[in-house]
């Protein structure tokens, strides 16, 4: 029987990762367990991501590299630029019970707001985007993701949604202008902003059966938006096999076929 004020002798493993005795000691003890953390957390990072390569394959492959391209040009003479927010979902149940991959796509044509608002009305989109990796400083901590507003303008924005369903994914995409109008008061819902609400003014809609149908909407808003950067924007597409940034064909004149003369009988 151990004696009561006697402690049980602990044999340590001077050879243990966290055997502590000198300074060097705890300079090793701190580095093994920063290596398990980050073991652990690549492991995690490793998961995520094949996770989001299995869910969202149809987006990785047929927009993302686009948005890469879009996103790194630089500003024009007027300081716009491509901004795009994607926030993808792998589980998200819809309204009819089904459950899956869910995505929301905003691209919008503008420039940073860096003054303060100067009025009640919105002079900013309502959705927000987190700053650029290529805008970054290089060294900084971030401690969360910067968002940035975007100002108000004339450029339309592009809307994709992607959502489960029972019997097929439901794609859609739509091209608005963002317009805000004084909220009588009756009601407040999620688009409310102060003292004014969204009344986007909708310039097309449209459903597609798969989300490579989708290119073609972003295609066309590219050269709604930015008609002047056209030929830049498809020279840096050239990468992508499937790039297909074409300028509109105008025909001046209805085509007309000429008749062939009719064969003599007997010749």
Do not use: C
């Not at 909708?202 to 490579?212: G, V, Y």
């Amino acid at each position: 029987m151990t004696e009561p004020r006697k402690k049980p002798k602990t044999v340590f493993n001077k050879n243990a990762e966290n055997y502590v005795k000198n300074p060097a000691d705890v300079a090793r003890a701190i580095a093994a367990v920063k290596a398990r953390q980050n073991t652990r957390r690549d492991k995690e990072a490793d998961a995520t991501a094949k996770e989001q390569e299995k869910a969202f394959a149809g987006y990785l492959r047929n927009l993302e590299p686009i948005f890469e391209i879009l996103e790194n040009l630089p500003r024009d003479k007027n300081n716009m630029e491509f901004f795009i927010r994607r926030d993808l979902m792998p589980h998200k149940a819809a309204d009819d019970g089904a459950t899956g991959a869910h995505i929301n796509i905003w691209m919008i044509y503008g420039r940073h707001r860096t003054a303060p608002a100067g009025g009640s009305l919105p002079e900013t989109h309502a959705v927000t985007f987190e700053i650029k990796t290529k805008d970054k400083k290089p060294g900084a901590i971030e401690k969360a993701s910067a968002r940035l507003r975007i100002a108000l303008g004339v450029k339309p924005v592009l809307h994709i949604g992607v959502a489960a369903a029972q019997n097929a994914e439901r794609i859609d995409s739509k091209v608005y202008q963002e317009r805000y109008v004084r909220d009588n008061g009756a009601a407040t819902p999620a688009a409310r902003r102060g003292d004014f609400i969204e009344q986007p003014d909708i310039k097309s809609r449209e459903t597609h059966p798969h989300l490579r149908d989708a290119v073609r909407v972003v295609y066309d808003w590219i050269k709604e938006v930015a008609p002047e950067r056209t030929a830049e924007i498809r020279r840096a597409l050239a990468v992508l096999e499937k790039a297909e940034l074409t300028d509109d064909v105008k025909i001046s004149r209805p085509l007309t076929l000429r008749k062939n003369k009719p064969t003599p009988k007997g010749g």
